[in-house]
């Protein structure tokens, strides 16, 4: 498996693993929007196909955030997921961002414990964060203390 940029021919393959993944997934254009505001945005491919994706960005000079995350659910729990944080958190290391947030929604105990497996928190439920009212739960990870991830 090799981690790399994306590149806008992927856009299909990962407009698939958005739509597969999500309840509400991103629209296409929403995604090149994102892709072309210059947020970091990684591809997990196997065998020449896109198995996975991670989109995150520097929200303050001081904060990054993990946009995003999926995974094609035939290469699920083989650590394509953990790889993707792991290249993106390396990448927040390199330019200096500490402190990673994200949200998921509250009913996704997988998503949950695979952040928890990844060395974030929960630190609080945002309520009706979701546009179908459900509740959020906000993790976040320090990296000034993980000598292990480096840049």
């Known amino acids: 498996m090799m981690i790399r940029e994306f590149r806008r021919q992927d856009i ?13 997934p991103y629209p296409v254009n929403i995604l090149i929007d994102i892709y072309n505001l210059g947020a970091g945005f990684l591809v997990a491919e196997y065998d020449n196909i896109i198995v996975g994706y991670i989109i995150f960005w520097i929200r303050y000079e001081d904060e990054g955030h993990i946009i995003s995350i999926a995974v094609d659910e035939e290469h699920r729990r083989k650590e394509v997921g953990s ?18 947030k ?33 509740d959020a739960v906000l993790m976040d990870i320090d990296l000034s203390d993980k000598s292990e991830i480096t840049g």
């Open 83 to 100: 790889k993707l944080v792991e290249a993106a958190l390396k990448i927040f290391k390199r330019y200096n961002i500490a402190h990673i």
């Open 12 to 24: 299909n393959r990962v407009l698939e693993i958005e739509e597969e993944s999500f309840k509400d």
């Open 102 to 134: 994200l949200e998921v929604r509250k009913s996704n105990r997988g998503a949950i414990d695979f952040y928890k497996d990844n060395g974030f928190v929960e630190r609080e439920v945002l309520m009706e964060y979701y546009e179908d009212y459900e």
